[in-house]
Every structure is written in C-alpha cells, then in structure tokens.
C-alpha cells in the first residue's frame, strides 16, 4: 500500500513538471535584456530571483551599469537603470534610488545588486518602479526570499 502511495506522488509530481515547468537559471541562460527592450515587473522579478553571481547578472543584463557604495555597509553595489525613455542620467555615489525620475517616467526600473565580502556572491537584490498611482515599490529579495513594499506614495 505504501509503495503504491509513493508510486502515486512521483507520477503525480512528473505530471506537474510536465505542464508546469519550474524555472531554473539555466531556463533563462538564452534570455538577455537589451536597452530599449519591453519587460514586465514580473518577467523582470524572474530573472531577478534566479541570480545568483555576477556571471548571472552579466549574462542577462547587457548593457552598461553604475558601480556604486553601498550606502549601509560601503560595500560593492551594481545599479541597472532599464526602460529609459530619453536620454537619462543620475548620478549617485551610492545606492540612492531616483525616485523623482521613477515618478516622471524617465527611467521605468531602478535594480540594485549588492555583493558581499566575496564580491562574487550576491548578498542582496532590489528591484524599484513606479505604479500607475505615483507610488514607489521596493522589491527586495534576500537569500531566496522576496519582499515587496510601497516605499513612497
């Protein structure tokens, strides 16, 4: 009986994976953002979670980021500015976020990657834009776990 139950799960759970593919890093190894591409908040949130190192980060993002302090613990930080619209620029000698150029449209995601002592390993990922509302969400994902707040309204 029991091997029946264990037989049962393992055809139930291949059945799943089969209509219902869980996305992996290796999934989006042939996907890549260029500037000007179209993206959604959460095709970019799945790209986002899936990173791991900076190979990661390298080889979906391909166009050029601000290297910046990270303003807490003065570590190495990556800033992408994606969906701009005009030529844009803010300049920043750390993690701030332009929340003035989110809300005019300007810039339409602000992503943050933050490295730890071993400036391979991604300690934290944040992920900003701006609702139909005015309003600033923070995305914040730290060590697999994802957080989403309304930071300014």
């Known amino acids: 009986m029991f091997m029946r139950h264990i037989l049962f799960i393992t ?8 209509f219902w593919p869980i996305p992996n890093i290796d999934d989006l190894q042939d996907v890549t ?28 993002f391909t166009m ?9 613990y003065n570590n190495e930080v990556w800033r992408f500015d994606l969906g701009l619209n005009t030529p844009y620029q803010f300049t ?9 150029g989110l809300q005019k449209g300007l810039v339409k995601f ?19 834009y701006c609702d139909e509302n005015d309003s600033i969400h ?13 930071i300014f309204s």
Do not use: C, P, W
């Open 138 to 150: 923070e995305v914040k994902f730290i060590e697999n776990t994802e957080r989403e707040s309304i």
């Open 33 to 60: 953002y260029q500037e000007g591409d179209e993206i959604s908040i959460s095709e970019l949130k799945d790209a986002v979670r899936s990173m791991q190192k900076k190979a990661d980060i390298n080889s979906y």
């Open 110 to 128: 602000i992503v943050f990657f933050s490295f730890g002592e071993n400036e391979n390993s991604i300690i934290s990922k944040s992920i900003y």
């Open 92 to 100: 920043a000698e750390n993690d701030s976020i332009d929340i003035a």
């Open 11 to 18: 055809l139930l759970i291949s059945l799943i994976n089969n």
């Open 64 to 72: 050029k980021h601000a290297v910046v302090s990270g303003e807490l």
